[in-house]
């Protein structure tokens, strides 16, 4: 209970942190300081655009902006002076820089509000933009873990479960019980080989009436809904695996395997084959240099991780490595899309 209490302290800590690091870089923005660390553009991320859903667990938030804060990122980069550009100009960017800073817009999983709610929004500003699809989630066979137990912890006020150590009882009343069980829930996935851990998450949620598969097939558009949103003019399809598992712990044979397939299937939904990848969580522990090497080897151009930073003409060397800039559901203010597109903060992160 100590060794908890703890992690959920310092998990609040950080949080603090990056809040007060994205106040003072949103200053030294406004000061002209640390201008070289914008570098030529950045990629951003995010998962969900949707209204505000106050009953959304806190592990869940940073992938939830709304569709006012989009617009509102938007008009703030504007005003920067960037260029919006579609993630497959990215290299010719970096290769041949016009002066102006440039930004690319890419969302994760396929959401049906991408479509609902972030669409209008980068249809009203002209903005191209990317969302990276698995087959397996797109065709509603595979479960979201993190969105099963996020609708659990809110609708549950205790949980009983074998973490490891046996049977127990979790309280769930209150937002720091439910943050605590979320990340333990978490934990758990990452000690165990993922396909059978996520299958126990997804026996508990229906021992409490959660059908996982049906979740899916509530939150992520199916193969017709993305055949029609890949049509929009400024909607490009990229591959995201079949089976969102991190691929760093697959053997090269099944990495590989998803990641071709995922393409493959793309290309036969909608006669154009992916040229980018976006690689499942994207984290350190989750993808590395074999991954980067096995997408050059299958022919995408670009690969995206989700590990911060901005781009620079170095980026050229390592095209399916790149960085990602979440546009993160905790920090929806203008003054945080400054900072973030400064670049500040990851330089003094380094």
Not at 177 to 196: G, K, M, N
Not at 274 to 280: G, H, K, L, Q, R
Request: glycine content about 8%; hydrophobic content about 40%; overall charge positive.
């Amino acid at each position: 209970m100590k060794d908890r209490a703890k992690a959920i302290w310092r998990r609040n800590v950080k949080r603090w942190l990056i809040g007060a690091g994205l106040e003072a870089s949103a200053l030294a923005t406004g000061a002209g300081l640390m201008k070289a660390a914008r570098g030529s553009g950045v990629i951003f991320t995010l998962h969900h655009v949707r209204p505000e859903a106050p009953s959304i667990i806190g592990p869940n938030r940073h992938l939830e902006v709304t569709p006012e804060f989009l617009d509102l990122a938007i008009r703030q980069l504007k005003k920067l002076g960037y260029d919006f550009v579609r993630l497959s100009d990215v290299p010719a960017r970096l290769k041949t820089p016009s002066g102006k800073p440039f930004a690319a817009f890419t969302l994760d999983d396929g959401y049906r509000n991408n479509a609902e709610h972030a669409l209008p929004v980068f249809a009203r500003h002209g903005v191209p933009f990317t969302v990276f699809i698995a087959q397996g989630l797109a065709e509603h066979r595979q479960p979201l873990w993190w969105e099963i137990i996020g609708r659990l912890l809110r609708e549950q006020d205790r949980v009983t479960f074998d973490f490891g150590q046996g049977l127990e009882t979790v309280d769930l009343k209150t937002p720091v019980q439910q943050l605590d069980t979320f990340f333990r829930f978490a934990s758990y996935v990452w000690a165990r080989e993922e396909t059978a851990a996520v299958a126990d998450l997804c026996a508990l949620a229906e021992r409490y009436g959660i059908d996982p598969l049906a979740m899916t097939r509530e939150l992520l558009m199916g193969p017709e809904e993305l055949k029609d949103f890949a049509a929009h003019p400024l909607v490009s399809l990229g591959a995201h695996t079949v089976t969102h598992r991190k691929l760093c712990r697959l053997t090269a044979e099944e990495a590989t395997r998803e990641m071709r397939q995922s393409a493959d299937w793309l290309a036969d939904l909608t006669g154009t084959r992916p040229t980018a990848i976006a690689y499942p969580y994207g984290s350190r522990d989750a993808v590395g240099p074999r991954e980067f090497q096995t997408a050059r080897d299958l022919g995408f151009v670009i690969g995206l991780t989700t590990q911060p930073g901005m781009l620079t003409e170095g980026d050229l060397s390592r095209p399916t490595a790149l960085p990602r800039v979440s546009l993160n559901g905790y920090y929806q203010k203008p003054r945080y899309v400054t900072a973030l597109a400064s670049g500040i903060p990851f330089a003094l992160k380094r």
